[in-house]
């Protein structure tokens, strides 16, 4: 006689293979979801996504799990294409004024828009030596770092978990900290922009985390250089407000230009 055990495992074999499905088609499932669509607990569903992340199918996050999706750490993301990356940058430093409040995201393309606000890059005709009253709210920690110490700069560090690969915090600390700002003008990064227009991301937590900054904002900002045209990643990133910017190194392949401004996104070349 097979052991007790044994019984359930084509059962939980069959959820796997749902839950697996969904993410296919979804990007993400809820363990609420999950535990209704199979008549089981939530804690069986949790057991489910526990067993998936161990083998490296998904990714947990708060209430269910998302696809996996294996985002270079932040080292690495800084040396792709740096030269765009630090136009964007300028061209986004050029945007803020004295006695603005600035949500600034995690991200190398966001970190190079810090070192151009720190004076470690020019951003031309409106050099200056110091701030005056300018505040930074960021859940970065190299961009609260770099921008610490400099002259006429407060920054705010929005609390959490800190995530290794971003070196950034995200969750619901985060949100909870952003929810006490009032912000003239904020700068958000991006996994990828596709063909459709849609501006995308690698997970559901930071992405939930972007989209309250730009709805936070008077003026928002996504910032994103020419490598992420065009790339696929499984998130999201929405609402995005009509009227939002996009910065970028290089135009975009015109079906997106057109499929950007569709939805109401203006695209902005970094010079």
């Known amino acids: 006689m097979a052991p007790r055990s044994m019984a359930p495992r084509p059962i939980a074999a069959r959820r796997h293979d749902e839950i697996l499905r969904r993410l296919s088609a979804d990007g993400h499932v809820s363990v609420e979801e999950m535990a209704l669509r199979f008549a089981v607990s939530r804690e069986t569903v949790r057991r489910d996504l526990k067993a998936l992340a161990g083998r490296g199918h998904l990714a947990i996050v708060h209430g269910g799990a998302t696809r996996r999706a294996d985002e270079p750490a932040l080292a690495d993301r800084q040396g792709d294409n740096p030269e765009g990356k630090a136009a964007i940058g300028r061209a986004g430093a050029r945007l803020v004024e004295d006695g603005m409040v600035v949500l600034l995201d995690s991200g190398a393309t966001t970190l190079a828009l810090a070192h151009a606000l720190a004076g ?26 770099c921008l610490c110490r400099v002259p006429g700069i407060r920054v705010h560090i929005l609390g959490g978990e800190v995530s290794v690969g971003d070196e950034a915090a995200f969750g619901t600390e985060a949100l909870a900290a952003l929810s006490r700002f009032r912000a003239d003008i904020a700068f958000v990064g991006a996994g990828g922009i596709s063909a459709a227009g849609e501006v995308t991301d690698f997970a559901l937590i930071p992405s939930d985390l972007r989209a309250r900054m730009l709805a936070s904002a008077e003026r928002a900002y996504i910032v994103a250089d020419r490598t992420k045209f065009d790339r696929l990643t499984p998130i999201r990133l929405q609402p995005i407000p009509r009227g939002t910017g996009l910065i970028v190194d290089a135009a975009p392949p015109p079906p997106m230009a057109a499929a950007l401004a569709e939805r109401g996104i203006e695209v902005l070349i970094a010079r």
């Not at 470690?120 to 770092?145: E, H, M, Y």
């Open 120 to 145: 470690l890059a020019p951003v031309g005709p409106r050099d200056k030596p110091a701030w005056t009253g300018l505040t930074i709210c960021t859940n970065s920690l190299p961009v609260g770092l």
